[in-house]
């Protein structure tokens, strides 16, 4: 059994501030870890992943994640966000032998303002 | 490449009322997954396949039927609607042999039951 917990629903930010959105998980097995983002009216895109390897991961956007497996954690953080970056980011952890038995974490509102 | 389609992007059921939610996927891939998204409660798994004729149940199959009779398409099936079932319905896919870990959501299906 596997579960997510995004320890925010909403994160209210101003433009060019730094933010982190938080993420912990529990599992029995060894899983990848994902952040997805969700613009409004839209299905999920993949931000970033970690299936093994260097713990820190990077999107093309500026996000980043850092696994620690000792806190079970996989926070997502940008140094400086951009109004478009307004969206709802999921978490999610997948067993690493079934691509398709993701579980999601409830999302973080993130809403960067002027 | 289309991606996920699905069809129809909305539609509004009465109670009793059956109808089957379409999902296709032109990439190949052998894993599919409908969720469904509530406000507040993320994605919840409700049926999945790892391959054409093998399907499983997610974390909330009850009231939904699914078949994967090829590897593009999987089809999913309200029995009899109830008002519980009003959400939003995503499909996803991912690869099974080689996964790189992504899944590939398709626009969403915005479903009421009236």
């Known amino acids: 059994a596997q579960s997510v917990t995004q320890l925010d629903s909403q994160v209210p930010v101003f433009e060019e501030a730094p933010v982190e959105l938080r993420c912990n998980y529990s599992?029995?097995?060894?899983?990848?870890l994902f952040w997805y983002v969700q613009y409004p009216n839209q299905g999920l895109q993949l931000l970033l992943k970690?299936?093994?390897?260097?713990?820190l991961v990077e999107s093309i956007n500026g996000f980043e994640a850092e696994f620690n497996k000792s806190q079970t954690s996989f926070h997502l953080r940008k140094p400086s966000v951009h109004i478009s970056d307004t969206a709802e980011y999921f978490c999610?952890?997948?067993?690493?032998?079934?691509?398709?038995?993701?579980?999601f974490g409830d999302g973080t509102t993130l809403t960067v303002k002027p | 490449n289309a991606g996920v389609t699905q069809t129809p992007k909305f539609q509004v059921l009465k109670t009793g009322q059956s109808m089957t939610l379409q999902c296709a996927q032109d990439?190949?891939?052998?894993?599919m997954s409908w969720y469904r998204q509530d406000p507040g409660m993320g994605l919840r798994l409700i049926h999945y396949?790892?391959?054409?004729?093998?399907?499983d149940q997610g974390e909330v199959p009850n009231g939904y039927n699914v078949s994967r009779s090829t590897t593009e398409d999987f089809p999913l099936r309200l029995l009899s609607a109830a008002p519980s079932q009003t959400s939003v319905y995503f499909c996803?896919?991912?690869?099974?042999?080689?996964?790189?870990?992504?899944?590939?959501f398709g626009p969403g299906t915005r479903l009421t039951v009236l």
């Open positions: 996803a896919s991912s690869r099974g042999t080689g996964w790189l870990g992504e899944q590939f």
């Open positions: 599992s029995s097995v060894s899983v990848y």
């Open positions: 970690y299936l093994s390897g260097s713990t």
């Open positions: 999610a952890v997948s067993p690493n032998t079934n691509a398709g038995k993701s579980t």
């Open positions: 990439m190949n891939h052998e894993y």
């Open positions: 396949s790892v391959g054409a004729g093998i399907t």
